[in-house]
């Protein structure tokens, strides 16, 4: 075990970051400290995010946009220099293609809905395809089939070979000349299988398809460039990536987010209003209804302020070494089996398991009792779940503050589970 630590490298300074992350220092249950092992939920905030948000509600807190004293044009300030970062962030060629939701289920829903009411060449409609896959979020399955049933369009999907990876081998009956759009995720949140993008952008873009990502198991671990996905749309939340909760993002191609109507309307997204019609603020005001999420996009700029000072591709490598002791640690229990790819390649740092004939909601309940937190149930993945047969399972996810010793934590825990288990 010392052996394998030892051989790890492209490590962060994980005793450094740690520091930063109040929750990281919890204990529970009569003294154990938490080994945090669910960032693939949501991840822990430094301190660095937290003090932003509460210096903006101790010093800056007023509404955005619609102020001319002092404190409503620092509240702008901060809102809209959030939205800058996040740009440079994903390197978006505008910052006006970047629109901030409440996270990432509404990004999705938010280009469903657009594509439902827009008009052609875009517009959805029961002489139309829309293709998702197998291993999807539910976040990125119920729009589009809300979407074909409120059109009479057709829903299409990818299926999942038996080792986690997409089946693209059909990829040519699937991505049609009729499919209107792709939406897919980028790396999985189950099976952290990262998917082929360029393979799938290319046949999309054959066809004319629009191609939607779903970002959100890649923004916080990888770095995340919109324009070399060549996609149209990409989505994300924040609170997976050290951000605070309810602030998403939507990437859009500056033309289409011009030519697609709005989802919601209200205040802020309007240009004229009259009792007989309204005409609509350029993007991004144009998708951003009403009061928007202004405390959490200054956490999201600090968060994205964080990550920047680490290095993206620093943590990509340290996830990588991780996630590839973690696979090799797992491996060695008796009675598991990983659901998903079973190699450290083209993965993500989410590993989903099963144990035996435990019930995954028994294997999360005493590993709680060691202090160890990680996921069960089907991860909003329910699909997946039936695809293996399998009722339910146990997720480990790693980030930038996570250790080896955590993994080696985990393996011990797990053998506690089987003994008790008997």
């Not at 509404?63 to 800058?84: P, S």
């Not at 049933?149 to 999907?157: C, D, E, I, N, V």
């Not at 998917?195 to 671990?221: K, Y």
Request: aromatic share 6%; net charge negative.
């Amino acid at each position: 075990m010392t052996d394998a630590r030892q051989g790890l490298t492209g490590l962060l300074d994980t005793e450094a970051i740690r520091k930063d992350f109040p929750l990281l220092d919890r204990t529970v249950h009569d003294g154990k400290k938490i080994v945090y092992l669910d960032s693939a939920a949501t991840s822990q905030k430094p301190r660095q995010v937290l003090d932003a948000l509460n210096t903006y509600y101790e010093r800056h807190n007023a509404n955005v946009h619609r102020g001319v004293y002092t404190v409503a044009e620092e509240a702008t300030a901060l809102y809209e220099g959030a939205r800058d970062k996040v740009a440079a962030f994903i390197n978006a060629p505008s910052r006006d293609e970047v629109i901030f939701t409440k996270n990432a289920s509404e990004s999705l829903n938010l280009v469903a809905n657009m594509l439902g009411w827009a008009d052609e060449p875009y517009r959805v409609d029961r002489e139309t395809e829309i293709v998702t896959t197998e291993m999807e979020h539910h976040s990125n399955i119920v729009p589009w089939q809300l979407l074909a049933q409120r059109t009479g369009a057709k829903l299409k999907w990818f299926g999942i070979t038996d080792d986690g990876r997409l089946d693209l081998s059909n990829i040519d009956e699937i991505i049609t000349e009729k499919t209107k759009i792709v939406s897919f995720t980028l790396v999985s949140n189950i099976l952290g299988t990262v998917n082929p993008v360029e393979t799938i952008v290319r046949r999309a873009q054959q066809v004319g398809a629009l191609v939607c990502i779903d970002a959100s198991q890649a923004a916080p671990h990888m770095v995340l460039d919109v324009q070399a996905l060549q996609a149209d749309f990409v989505a994300f939340t924040g609170h997976k990536m050290v951000g605070p909760t309810g602030i998403g993002v939507l990437w859009g191609r500056q033309e289409l987010l011009e030519d697609l109507p709005p989802f919601l309307g209200g205040g802020e997204m309007i240009e004229t209003v009259s009792m007989h019609s309204s005409t609509y603020a350029p993007a991004p005001h144009k998708f951003e209804a009403g009061t928007p999420p202004i405390a959490q996009a200054v956490g999201l700029g600090a968060a994205v302020d964080y990550l920047s000072s680490i290095g993206m591709e620093n943590i990509h490598n340290h996830e990588k070494a991780i996630t590839e002791y973690a696979v090799k640690r797992l491996l060695e229990v008796p009675d598991l089996r990983i659901i998903g790819p079973a190699t450290a390649e083209d993965r993500g740092a989410a590993i989903s398991f099963t144990l035996g004939d435990i019930h995954p909601h028994d294997v999360g309940q005493v590993l709680d009792e060691l202090g160890i937190c990680v996921r069960v149930g089907h991860h909003c993945a329910r699909p997946v779940c039936l695809r293996y047969g399998i009722p339910a399972t146990t997720r480990a996810s790693f980030y930038l503050y996570s250790t080896p010793a955590e993994v080696d934590a985990l393996v011990d825990g797990l053998e506690h589970v089987r003994n008790f288990f008997g």
